[in-house]
């Protein structure tokens, strides 16, 4: 039974309390990674019902394992939260995908990908070039 709920939950969404997610569940609840001085953001658009989020949300999930407190994790599962999606849109001025993740310093968006452009080795080069203080 347990290989079984593995597989569970390799294929959906994360579970609370898997790795360093925080769950946005309306626009207000990431309205802040868009200000000056937010810090740095990791926003991961994710859709259960896809099976290239399963590769993309695993690449994410390793870089949170080698970064686990230097960055805030935001899991937006866009079937449960297209509002949320649409929020990201209007304010990144970048076209919906899913997957997609997008790469947010002090309020600006340095780097974003989706499909099978969102690597481990994608997000660290990006996150290569913010300031050393990050």
Not at 34 to 42: C, I, K, M, Q, T
Request: hydrophobic share 35%.
């Amino acid at each position: 039974m347990s290989f079984l709920n593995g597989l569970r939950g390799v294929f959906s969404g994360p579970v609370p309390g898997d790795y360093n997610w925080t769950y946005p569940e309306k626009p207000d609840d990431i309205q802040f990674v868009f200000a000056p001085d937010s810090g740095v953001h990791l926003l991961y658009k994710h859709s259960n019902s896809c099976g290239v989020c399963f590769f993309s949300k695993k690449s994410v999930e390793t870089v949170m394992k080698n970064r686990p407190d230097s960055i805030t994790y935001h899991f937006v599962e866009v079937r449960q939260n297209r509002d949320i999606s649409n929020f990201i849109e209007s304010q990144t001025g970048i076209r919906h995908e899913s997957p997609q993740a997008f790469l947010i310093h002090d309020g600006n968006v340095i780097w974003h990908a989706s499909h099978g452009s969102i690597t481990d080795a994608s997000i660290e080069k990006a996150l290569e070039t913010l300031p050393a203080s990050n």
